[in-house]
């Protein structure tokens, strides 16, 4: 699945809104910390594309939660 930038979209009882973004800083489903290593939930979870060499726009996205 590809959201485009400004869709909103539901993901496990949630919504987020896609917006461009730069790698995966400020993206709702990064968690982790420098100590333990960072991982992306997105990729565990779902089978969204929001790294922007494998989306037909080739621009990456984040995902905000839309509350």
Sequence with gaps: MEPKIG???DIA????????????EGCAFL???DEKGMYCEIF???EIV???EFRNDF???IFKEVV
């Design 50 to 52: 929001c790294n922007g």
């Design 13 to 24: 009882r949630k919504r987020y809104r896609c917006e461009k973004g730069e790698l995966c």
């Design 7 to 9: 869709e909103v979209v």
């Design 59 to 61: 621009t990456s996205v």
């Design 44 to 46: 565990l979870t779902t």
């Design 31 to 33: 968690h982790g910390d």
